[in-house]
């Protein structure tokens, strides 16, 4: 059975720009969660898509939005980028719920000069 | 908010050493999870932990969920320098569809 897939692996953007990630969940799986992780910091939770509808959300700015489609797969977008925004965005899938095991994807490293 | 606190932050430890890491909480957990993060990549799940009291083990790494249920460690027997990493504790409400809670990790260093 394929793992969580997120491309691409590696982004590098400017400034103001914007970005689209990309997640394939576990198959069968219907929710998708998106964390934010920075160096020295633990895996901060931006939200969560459970048969196309956000469930859980975390304390992130309306630059950072997502959303899932009927097969699951999720994409993230982050809008007129920061250079805050630089980190490691992941995506974790899991059988039906967030309190559920999730299942990590690889990440996609976000660099913004 | 709910909240996890793990510690300690980052060990350093020599090789054949045993690890031991905690989390604790004030709130009330149904699920403890313990995953392992390595560098450039995602966290892979070690063990679960579904029910008050329970010892599970995982080759050298043996988790319990404590009886309080508002806490959980994790050991690591006999440390190899592929041992290195970063660890992190969730927690999983019992309230339905709560999201899970991530403690800040601890990071694992081997000295060779």
């Known amino acids: 059975k394929a793992g969580v897939t997120q491309t691409p692996r590696y982004l590098i953007k400017t400034r103001g720009q914007q970005v689209t990630l990309s997640c394939s969940p576990i198959?069968?799986?219907?929710?998708v969660s998106w964390y934010q992780q920075t160096p020295g910091q633990g895996l901060q939770f931006l939200f969560e898509y459970f048969s196309e509808t956000q469930r859980n959300k975390g304390n992130f700015p309306g630059r950072f939005s997502g959303r899932q489609f009927s097969n699951s797969r999720s994409e993230m977008n982050v809008s007129t980028l920061e250079l805050g925004d630089s980190a490691l965005y992941l995506c974790?899938?899991?059988?039906?719920?967030?309190?559920?095991?999730?299942?990590f994807g690889a990440g996609t490293r976000l660099s913004v000069l | 908010g709910q909240q996890l606190n793990q510690s300690p932050q980052s060990m350093f430890i020599q090789e054949g050493e045993d690890v031991s890491m905690n989390c604790t909480s004030s709130?009330?957990?149904?699920?403890w999870l313990w995953y392992k993060q390595d560098p450039g990549e995602g966290p892979v799940l070690l063990i679960a932990?579904?029910?008050?009291?329970e010892l599970t083990s995982n080759g050298r790494l043996t988790a319990q969920f404590g009886i309080t249920r508002k806490d959980s460690f994790l050991n690591i027997s006999a440390s190899i320098p592929s041992d290195v990493g970063i660890y992190f504790c969730a927690g999983g409400s019992p309230r339905v569809n709560d999201k899970i809670i991530f403690g800040k990790g601890t990071r694992l260093h081997i000295l060779p």
């Open positions: 974790a899938s899991s059988l039906e719920g967030i309190s559920n095991i999730q299942y």
């Open positions: 709130s009330i957990f149904n699920t």
């Open positions: 198959s069968g799986h219907r929710s």
């Open positions: 932990l579904y029910k008050a009291g």
